[in-house]
């Protein structure tokens, strides 16, 4: 029988885990020295135990990795004959490239880390943007759990005559898989990124004064962090007499004032799924990720 | 020429290794992303170079280790030949047994991280107690600079008649080596840890009714965190009649209230190496530290 156990802020879904693949889960104890250095002990013999790690790496991605690291190792201290991570949010997938000359390239780095310290991986919708595959980042094997499934059937069953639309090219995967999952028509803008917290988004549809035509606007996007992306999608909709759009993202990291600054620009709420715990969670993904661990366990 | 790049805080420390070594200080671009994920970049061709990175593991260990990975792994893709980490303070080397079961033991963890990650390393002083040496830990070469015969000279020209106590047993290898160094006698105080914050001292001399017969007590430690060990040492000397003690550490961690309970205890004073940036830093490390870091430039 496997074990589970969770990384903090994760303990829902290592529930949710352990009970749909009928697997034990346990609880370790996880605190800080009083300087910041982490203490860890898991309480149990995992002789020949295959052990899932439950943690989405976000906030503090540095301090979830190094507790990911050190549960994994004492699990194997401990007797265990394989351990995997299961991270609802994968970190470090955006800086993917070498945009100006001396960049790190932290996706990579980051995959090296991880893949010397668990087994394998099951993450929900990495951000894969010029990197088609986990396969080609990290050594060990992964499994990519699918949102879309789950928010198809939540526009499905709660959005009148959805028109699905993508802020940015990135976005184009997600909303196109969530499209073929419940029908909807849907339309992909055009972004341009000055910074960290600076976007302008072009709508085709806008520039053609076209307004859904009584088509309920679902924004969609992979991660919403400062938020500016979905919040110049929605000004630009709503300037061009478009209805408040629904905001729809897989992984809720809101950095900054998302909430408030989506609202004053004109959006009808955001939604998230429950890849990192938020009030905005409605979408559970649970399922696609146990069929996703699923297969690592022997 | 030796390349000298260093970490957040450990400015100081490049700057006097790198014109120690006559080696070329450059800056990295390191900063957080709005949710909190690292970015880095070395604007410099660093081909057939050998990197020095300088950092100490301290404040953040989690987010500092990952700047060193970080870092180490844009050197490596820029060309850098080898690439070494000079920690003045080395973090995770207190956990160095599995005290109860279940334990992980985060010492030689993150050791394993670390020798994954660079090439070498040279530290000031690792808090060795039940291990030997590092050797046993990290898998890649690592000298160890010491901060004694430092330590040995400041004693000597700042403290009349010194007599060194270290307070408990583990403190042992620090002061006997200041005492060699200036000459002055020692003893060795007996601790009873029960906790973080929680330790209890008994002091031979005290209950001996010794008062240092005019000596100037000169408490010394590796690691002064909450500083409960200082602290209470400081009690149970003055409780005795003794001077005011003046408290030597090597490495400034001071977590909690230390300072001020330090004075309130009654201890003259503290001062520090400088391994960690702070006020009482006192006592410059850098000669040794370069003398360590020169051994393993090819």
């Known amino acids: ?15 949710k885990l352990a009970a749909k693949l009928d697997a034990e889960l346990i609880s370790p104890e996880v605190r800080q020295f009083p300087d910041g250095e982490l203490y860890v002990r898991i309480d149990h013999d995992l002789t020949g135990r295959d052990v899932i790690l ?65 087994d394998w991986m099951v993450t929900v919708d ?28 939540w526009v499905a069953a709660e959005v009148e005559r959805p028109m699905l639309i993508g802020p940015d090219a990135e976005s184009a995967q ?45 924004l969609i996007d992979d991660i919403v962090s400062t938020g500016k992306t979905m919040i110049e999608a929605t000004r630009q909709l709503r300037a061009a007499g478009a209805a408040p759009p629904m905001c729809v993202a897989i992984h809720a990291v809101f950095a900054d004032n998302v909430l408030d600054d989506l609202t004053s620009a004109g959006a009808a709420g955001i939604i998230t799924c429950d890849t990192i715990v938020h009030a905005s969670n409605r979408i559970c993904v649970a399922d696609p990720i146990a069929e996703a661990a699923k297969h690592h366990l022997r």
């Open 54 to 118: 439950v943690g989405s790496l976000y906030p503090r991605p540095a301090e979830k990795f190094l507790a990911v690291a050190f549960l994994a190792a004492t699990a194997r201290d401990l007797g265990a004959k394989r351990v995997g991570l299961v991270a609802p949010y994968l970190a470090f997938m955006r800086q993917d490239v070498r945009f100006k000359a001396g960049e790190g390239v932290t996706s990579r780095y980051f995959a090296q880390l991880v893949s010397g310290t668990v």
């Open 126 to 153: 990495p951000h894969l943007h010029r990197h088609a595959a986990l396969e080609g980042l990290y050594s060990i094997p992964t499994s990519i759990a699918r949102s879309a499934p789950e928010i198809a059937r």
């Open 174 to 218: 997600w909303v196109s898989a969530v499209a073929a999952g419940c029908g909807a028509p849907f339309v992909i803008l055009e972004k341009t990124r000055r910074g960290d917290r600076d976007v302008s988004i072009s709508s085709p549809l806008v520039s053609q004064g076209h307004t859904l035509d009584g088509h309920t606007p679902v």
């Open 1 to 15: 029988m496997a074990v589970v156990i969770a990384i903090a802020g994760s303990e829902d879904h290592a529930k």
